[in-house]
């Protein structure tokens, strides 16, 4: 086509070919459209396919006032579960653990090590990610395989941050187990037990899977 020309029927025809080809995708070659022609969010994540191998978000608590419980409630059962966990105390201590489809009976263990050592214990009522109970902010990082016939199994990472300023924050580490056989994990819940104070504002409890 040119400037001012009057198209032949059938470029008139070639035109709407085009345009019908955009329309169904058909049109679009490969490996075209690359991350930077995305606007903010115009990828639907929830709605991905599931060979897709990219993280989705399933919940999101935003930050949290004064509670002793932050829950996802149901979330989409995934076989890979990232789960991201921050709690700010207030009023008191904070005893920060992690509980899986509610239940609060003794069916965790662990093997961890708190800035250093090595302990092992059985019959847990939730996964611990505090070094004490105490007053001090923690972020706690935990991943995992999600299946209903097998043992939950997870490797977590916690931070406390310790004294105020530039001094060591404190760390727990380990691997840890939900030993539920018959069912995935399909609620998330961040549980403060035995505290004196409440899980506080600018708390948050993200929880993704894939």
Not at 14 to 37: C, P, R, Y
Request: negative net charge; proline residues 2%; charged residues 15%.
């Amino acid at each position: 086509f040119v400037a001012d020309e009057q198209p032949t029927t059938a470029k008139w025809n070639k035109l709407w070919s085009n345009d019908a080809s955009f329309n169904d995708g058909t049109g679009i070659g490969n490996n075209v459209i690359d991350s930077q022609h995305y606007a903010l969010a115009s990828v639907d994540y929830q709605n991905l396919g599931t060979d897709v191998g990219a993280y989705q978000v399933l919940y999101d608590s935003g930050a949290q006032v004064g509670t002793s419980t932050i829950s996802s409630g149901t979330i989409t059962a995934k076989n890979f579960l990232r789960i991201l966990a921050f709690a700010i105390p207030s009023g008191g201590t904070l005893n920060i653990g992690i509980r899986f489809n509610n239940d609060s009976s003794t069916n965790y263990a662990e093997r961890s090590e708190v800035n250093g050592g090595d302990s092992a214990v059985a019959s847990l009522n939730q996964i611990n990610t505090k070094t004490a109970i105490d007053a001090n902010p923690q972020f706690t990082y935990l991943e995992g395989y999600n299946t209903s016939a097998d043992e939950k199994l997870f490797v977590a990472l916690s931070v406390m941050r310790g004294s105020a300023g530039a001094n060591a924050p404190e760390r727990r580490q380990g691997v840890y187990k939900w030993v539920n056989t018959s069912a995935q994990i399909t609620r998330v819940d961040m549980v403060d037990t035995g505290g004196t104070g409440d899980i506080g504002a600018g708390s948050r409890l993200l929880v993704l899977g894939r």
